[in-house]
């Protein structure tokens, strides 16, 4: 048997064991944003005929939820949804791209996000995305981004407008 006081300082046994826990409360904490069931809602207006319409999409997200700034490439919490996982085959909603740093913690609203939404129009066409990026603040964009979280599910919703020429959206995302 392996005498723990011998081989390793009592210090360093007890760091150890706080970074596995930490590991592993960690692993298990993120591991409920990845592969969620996801329904999908978009509708956009005053596109000049390039995606005006309402759009929508389920299928599984690769990631929905809050990344901690210890697993965040970028050192800081946030808020991301990447959906979906697999092929939307001819879903209206073809691709969702959402990020908020504001959208963390217990913060319900934000300001700041960036949200690219990709659509198949009825005649199968897929024109540019979407795009609504108000993080940094840019001329032209603005909108909010709320989100109400359950034991279950996340849903995100944004209202705003971007700078090309009055493009709206009206957009929620529900992740299971």
Do not use: W
């Given at each position: 048997?392996l005498?723990?006081?011998r081989s390793f300082p009592?210090?360093?046994?007890?760091l150890l064991?706080?970074?596995?826990l930490?590991?592993?409360?960690?692993?298990?904490h993120?591991?409920?944003?990845?592969?969620?069931?996801?329904?999908v809602?978009?509708?956009?207006?005053?596109?000049?005929?390039?995606?005006?319409?309402?759009f929508?999409?389920s299928?599984?997200?690769?990631i929905?939820g809050?990344?901690p700034?210890?697993?965040?490439?970028t050192g800081?919490?946030t808020f991301?949804?990447e959906?979906?996982?697999?092929?939307?085959k001819n879903?209206g909603?073809?691709?969702?791209s959402?990020?908020s740093?504001q959208l963390?913690?217990?913060?319900?609203?934000?300001?700041?996000f960036?949200?690219?939404v990709?659509?198949?129009?009825?005649?199968?066409?897929?024109p540019?995305?979407?795009?609504?990026n108000?993080?940094?603040?840019?001329k032209g964009n603005?909108?909010?981004?709320?989100?109400a979280?359950?034991?279950n599910?996340?849903?995100v919703?944004?209202k705003g407008?971007n700078?090309r020429g009055?493009?709206?959206?009206?957009?929620?995302?529900t992740?299971?």
């Amino acid at each position: 048997m392996l005498n723990a006081s011998r081989s390793f300082p009592t210090g360093r046994v007890i760091l150890l064991t706080l970074l596995a826990l930490a590991f592993c409360t960690q692993a298990a904490h993120s591991q409920g944003i990845y592969q969620r069931k996801t329904t999908v809602k978009a509708t956009i207006a005053g596109s000049h005929n390039i995606y005006d319409g309402s759009f929508t999409g389920s299928g599984v997200s690769s990631i929905c939820g809050e990344i901690p700034k210890m697993s965040s490439m970028t050192g800081v919490d946030t808020f991301v949804i990447e959906y979906p996982n697999d092929d939307p085959k001819n879903a209206g909603i073809q691709s969702v791209s959402f990020g908020s740093k504001q959208l963390v913690g217990k913060v319900t609203t934000a300001r700041l996000f960036t949200l690219n939404v990709a659509v198949r129009l009825p005649n199968g066409s897929k024109p540019y995305a979407y795009v609504l990026n108000t993080d940094p603040p840019r001329k032209g964009n603005s909108g909010v981004a709320t989100i109400a979280r359950s034991k279950n599910s996340v849903t995100v919703r944004v209202k705003g407008s971007n700078e090309r020429g009055g493009e709206t959206i009206d957009f929620s995302i529900t992740c299971m």
